[in-house]
């Protein structure tokens, strides 16, 4: 990718709830992947509720692309490329998404996605301001 990266914000504003179950008209595949990061990004306070389709679309490409490589896996000899195609789209598209919510090593890596934690030394020193 060419350019300055942006800088994803910690948000504090509506963050997402601890806990939330898939939405029902999820697949299988898809559900599966939600319970794997939702958990992630509720902790780092990324995503806000306006952020949720972001998630659902990542998933949803996830498990399309995991429904797709067993249909490939059964489809053995008589393998249609279509099924290739469309599954290498559901990939890039899920990879592309992982990046804008912060699933990849190297959107984690940016210091925006450290997780703070009360009690930190950046939260101490805001205490001791008189604001």
């Not at 300055?4 to 992947?33: F, G, I, T």
């Not at 319970?35 to 949803?60: F, G, H, K, Q, W």
């Not at 195609?85 to 804008?100: C, F, H, I, N, Y």
Request: proline residues 5%.
């Amino acid at each position: 990718m060419r350019g300055v990266k942006p800088h994803l914000v910690v948000s504090n504003e509506n963050p997402l709830p601890a806990a939330s179950s898939a939405p029902d008209w999820m697949s299988v595949e898809a559900r599966e992947e939600w319970d794997r990061v939702y958990p992630i990004v509720a902790v780092r306070r990324v995503l806000t509720a306006a952020d949720m389709a972001s998630l659902e679309n990542y998933c949803t490409a996830v498990g399309r692309s995991r429904q797709l490589e067993r249909a490939i896996q059964r489809a053995g000899d008589d393998l249609d490329l279509k099924m290739i195609r469309m599954q290498d789209k559901s990939m890039s598209t899920a990879r592309q998404l992982a990046v804008e919510i912060g699933l990849t090593p190297s959107a984690r890596s940016r210091s925006t996605f450290r997780e703070q934690e009360e009690g930190s030394v950046q939260n101490d020193l805001f205490s001791q301001l008189d604001l």
